[in-house]
């Protein structure tokens, strides 16, 4: 460690992105990304915004891009909050809404990147388990152990990640009820690949903040927009930390090319239709290859095999030019694999391989 550190950056444990592997003839099935291009029109917007106005500053408020996303969700662009992709949106959360006197509360399987928000931002949290299924228990999130219900707020994804797993939208109001003090982040990356929304919700709720990010079922990864929906009153707490930290979070070539994209609902429907069929043809090749699958509401799916440890079966598609994502902590994820789910071809590989792998070892 480097004696001109603070403390704070001595005290942290960062949060390890996917692998970005730099490999010939690569099946990239690691980190969740979209295998289908973006809409046309978003390239074409992005395009348009070469010239010369790239020396005057983007708009610091994203005016288009929030009415957009205020028309395809149906609420007041008042209500939208845009980020440099939806971890800054979750960070600013994290710190303008989540900062509380007491500890809040999110699963001990979920997005790492939670705990890491905590130690930063100094956030006391506790980690509340997955049943045995790795479902989340809402009645978990009612109650502390003293019968108390006294908590600094809940934050989980949904679906869950790495699981897959949905919760329930009456479940999602059921929690809301039950914590009516405390502000709830519904983290919905993966929300468009089968999921309900608890978009619906916003309204009746002052207390919920809704996470997007177009990362995914958008297939702008690389551009780094995300976006969060709730009250008035929870965005200008959003708006108060980005202002205190960048006044402009997204560049031109993104708010030109993310409006764009949502306006495309014909290119986003299909693509992420395709996804969806992709994934219900992997699981079940998966399970023909007796491989136990969790529930997914994702563009991913959970899996692991009875015979074979996740960490060897990872190595060994590696071998191979495939790359998963496997996670040795905590325990009870360790058996098992994140697949993205890509296209069809890539998938055909994906089984193949395993086919190969699963007939030496047998």
């Known amino acids: 460690m480097s004696r001109y550190w603070s403390a704070v950056a001595r005290g942290l444990t960062p949060y390890v992105p996917g692998e970005q592997p730099k490999l010939a003839k690569l099946v990239k099935l690691n980190t969740n990304e979209n295998p289908y291009p973006p809409s046309p029109l978003a390239l074409e917007a992005m395009r348009a915004e070469v010239g010369e106005g790239l020396r005057l500053y983007p708009d610091p408020n994203s005016d288009v891009l929030r009415a957009t996303i205020a028309r395809v969700h149906g609420v007041d662009a008042e209500q939208v909050f845009v980020g440099n992709g939806s971890d800054e949106v979750l960070a600013h959360a994290f710190l303008g809404l989540l900062k509380q006197d007491a500890p809040i509360l999110f699963p001990d399987i979920t997005y790492s990147f939670y705990p ?10 506790r980690q509340i388990p997955l049943d045995d299924e790795f479902a989340i228990r809402v009645d978990d999130y009612l109650r502390q152990p003293d019968g108390t219900r006294v908590n600094g707020g809940i934050i989980f994804p949904n679906p869950n990640a790495p699981t897959g797993r949905l919760l329930p939208l009456a479940e999602i109001e059921r929690l809301l009820r039950g914590n009516p003090d405390s502000v709830v982040v519904i983290d919905e990356a993966y929300i468009d690949f089968g999921g309900e929304s608890a978009l619906p919700l916003v309204r009746r709720y002052p207390q919920l903040l809704v996470v997007h990010t177009l990362s995914k079922a958008y297939s702008l990864a690389g551009l780094r927009v995300g976006y ?13 930390v980005k202002d205190s930290f960048n006044s402009y979070p997204l560049d031109r070539f993104a708010q030109a090319g993310a409006a764009a994209a949502m306006a495309d609902r014909a290119w986003f429907d299909s693509c992420r239709n395709q996804v969806i069929a992709s994934r219900a043809r992997l699981v079940a090749a998966l399970d023909g290859l007796g491989f136990s699958v969790l529930p997914s509401g994702a563009n991913f799916v959970f899996a692991r095999h009875p015979a074979h440890a996740g960490v060897e079966l990872a190595a060994a598609l590696r071998e191979r030019g495939i790359v998963v994502r496997h996670f040795k902590q905590p325990r009870r994820v360790d058996p098992f694999l994140r697949i ?4 069809d071809p890539q998938c055909d590989e994906l089984l193949a391989a395993l086919r190969e792998i699963l007939g030496k070892c047998g």
Request: hydrophobic content about 40%.
């Open 228 to 240: 969060a929906i709730g009250q008035v009153e929870l965005i200008q707490a959003l708006n108060r």
């Open 116 to 125: 890491v928000y905590c130690k930063l931002y100094q956030i006391d949290y």
């Open 340 to 343: 993205t789910v890509g296209t």
